[in-house]
């Protein structure tokens, strides 16, 4: 049992370049999202998909775009990446309200 | 929607000495409260939780408390230890619901 998966760990990435970062849950979980953490500071929401099919935007979405490709994934893209978007990345799940979340391992990006 | 407050945002206290982390929610219909712990470099874990029916739920050093009336609730942490040293964030949520709401975080450090 993983838990929930995140891919890369690292990254670093060039002004205006895009990249993808990956989430796997495998606890059967209907909702996921993607958080993002600056130094010192606290979780922000970007994204999030209360179940397969939909996605909703959070507190910071601008700059991003996800995909809930099934039930067990939930993908977050950078389409030109910006220095302001350095950060670490956190995708989490949980299976409804009134349940434990749980966190991937994060994604440290560097944007230069 | 809900909005979690939490503080104080940083916290420095001696070894042996308890800690007190306090959290305001806004909706009443929130009825689940967890707390994370966040060590540097690794991914937020659960340390404790609370649903609404309950006022207070202990686990060997650490308790939370809540108060639905006055809509907060509060992390205890008594004979703190130099490992307690983290970034602890509440959180609400609800029956069904679709997102978990984190309060900003708090910086605890404990001095040797």
């Known amino acids: 049992n993983a838990g929930v998966t995140q891919t890369p760990k690292f990254q670093v990435l060039k002004t205006g370049q895009s990249m993808t970062l990956q989430c796997a849950q495998d606890?059967?979980?209907?909702?996921m999202y993607w958080y993002r953490q600056d130094p010192g500071m606290g979780l922000r929401l970007i994204y999030y998909?209360?179940?397969?099919?939909?996605?909703d935007k959070g507190e910071v979405p601008n700059g991003y775009n996800v995909s809930r490709l099934n039930k067990r994934e939930f993908s977050l893209r950078l389409e030109s990446a910006a220095p302001s978007q350095t950060s670490v990345y956190f995708c989490a799940s949980f299976h409804a309200g009134g349940t434990e979340a749980f966190f991937g391992q994060g994604t440290r990006l560097t944007v230069v | 929607g809900e909005n979690v407050e939490q503080h104080p945002s940083t916290l420095s206290i001696q070894e042996g000495d308890s800690a007190v982390i306090k959290c305001t929610y806004s909706d009443s219909a929130s009825n689940y409260f967890p707390w994370y712990k966040q060590e540097l470099g690794k991914r937020p874990q659960l340390i404790i939780d609370i649903r609404s029916n309950v006022g207070e739920k202990k686990d060997q050093r650490i308790a939370v408390t809540l108060n639905k009336t006055a809509k907060h609730f509060s992390l205890h942490i008594t004979e703190t230890q130099p490992e307690d040293s983290a970034v602890y964030f509440c959180a609400a949520s609800w029956e069904g619901a679709q997102k978990l709401v984190f309060g900003q975080g708090t910086r605890l450090t404990i001095n040797p």
């Open positions: 998909s209360a179940s397969e099919g939909t996605t």
């Open positions: 606890m059967n979980h209907n909702s």
